[in-house]
């Protein structure tokens, strides 16, 4: 992870902070990492806060990422942006980030919950759901004769 950009205060983050990691990133030699051997850069931090929040930029595969994560680890961002200019790309990365930072603080509800089950839901759909899978078959066969 490097720090070289990092600022204290997230108000601190400004367009030239952006703009520096961003090159400096996209101009880094690249490295076969994760799971599928993806050529990417190191991370540069550009921000870290309380719990999980942070705000950070990498080489990915020659496509700059933005990834934002809120306080209680919600992400808000793990954008690719690619296509453009580099200041066109500086700028896009830029704007995602203020959009996204009045949410940056804040312990957010997460977009999917978990949602509790009734007692015997599962059963029921199992039991179910031969029946189903051959409407299903039924329907195709149907469509496949006309």
């Not at 595969?61 to 200041?87: C, P, Q, Y």
């Not at 509800?109 to 409407?135: C, D, H, I, M, Q």
Request: aromatic content about 10%; overall charge negative; proline content about 2%.
């Amino acid at each position: 992870m490097n720090e070289l950009f990092k600022v204290d205060k997230l108000d601190d983050l400004t367009r030239e902070h952006f703009s520096m990691a961003c090159v400096a990133a996209m101009t880094e030699e690249e490295e076969l990492r994760g799971l599928l051997g993806v050529p990417c850069g190191d991370d540069y931090l550009l921000w870290a806060g309380e719990g999980s929040a942070k705000v950070e930029v990498r080489n990915w595969s020659r496509m700059l990422t933005l990834f934002i994560v809120s306080k209680n680890g919600t992400w808000l961002t793990s954008d690719h942006i690619d296509g453009m200019g580099a200041e066109a790309v500086i700028d896009e990365a830029y704007r995602r980030f203020t959009v996204a930072k009045p949410y940056i603080e804040h312990e957010l509800e997460k977009a999917f919950t978990p949602v509790k089950l009734k007692e015997g839901a599962v059963k029921s759909w199992t039991e179910n759901v031969e029946a189903y899978a051959r409407k299903v078959k039924d329907f195709v066969k149907e469509c496949d004769r006309k």
